[in-house]
C-alpha cells in the first residue's frame, strides 16, 4: 500500500509541474545555454532527464520531456529518434540512483528485509552511487561515440523542408515495399505509392 501511495504521490506531482510548463521552460533554457550548438543540447537534455527522474517517476518525466525534445530536433533539423533513445537511457540511470526514482526502488526499499536493517534514503542512494556513477560515464561515453558516427561529417545540409520531404519519401517507399499483395486494391495502393515517390523524386 505504502509503495502504491507513493507512485500516485509522484504521479500527481508530475502532473502538477507538467501544467506549470517547467519542462518547456528548462528545455528552451538548455537551448539557450547550448547556443543552438546540438551535442550540448543533447547532454543537458541527458542530464535533465537523469537529474528529474532521480526525484520523480521516469516514465512520466519521459513522457512529458518527449514532445520538447521533438520540438528542438525539428528546429535543429535532426532525427529526434536518437536523442530520445539517449534521453530514456539516461532517465533510467537517474531513477535507479534513488529510493524514489523508479517503482522497483520502490518496492525493494519497502520490503520488510529491508527496512529492518534500518536502510534509509539515504543510505540506499550511497550504495548504489559507485555503480550509478559508472553507468553515467559509460553512457556517456557510447553516447558521445555514437553521436561521432552518427552526426559529425554527416549532417544533413539540406533545408528543413526538403530533409522532411526526403523522410516522407522513405516512408512511402518502405510502406509500398513492406505492403502484402494480396488483392487488386491493394496491388493499386503500393503502385500509387511507388508512382508517387519517382514523382517527388
Known sequence: ????????????????FSQTGIFDYFAVKAYKMARGKVWPLISLLCLFSAFVSAFLDNVTTILLLTPVSIRLCQV??????PILIAEVLFSNIGGTATAV?????V????????TSQGINFAEF??????GIIFCMITGYGLLALYYYILYVGRRD?????????????????RTARLMPVVSL???AIRDALRSKGREVR
Open 107 to 114: 518496492i525493494i526499499i519497502s520490503h520488510p528485509l529491508i
Open 185 to 187: 486494391e491493394e496491388r
Open 157 to 173: 545540409t539540406d533545408p528543413p523542408h526538403i530533409a522532411e520531404l526526403k523522410r516522407e519519401i522513405a516512408i512511402w517507399e
Open 1 to 16: 500500500l505504502e509503495t502504491l501511495c507513493l507512485l500516485f504521490g509522484m504521479m500527481v506531482l508530475v502532473a502538477i
Open 101 to 105: 526514482g523508479d517503482p522497483p526502488n
Open 125 to 130: 542512494t550511497l550504495h548504489l552511487l559507485i
Open 76 to 81: 535543429l533539423n535532426l532525427d529526434p529518434v
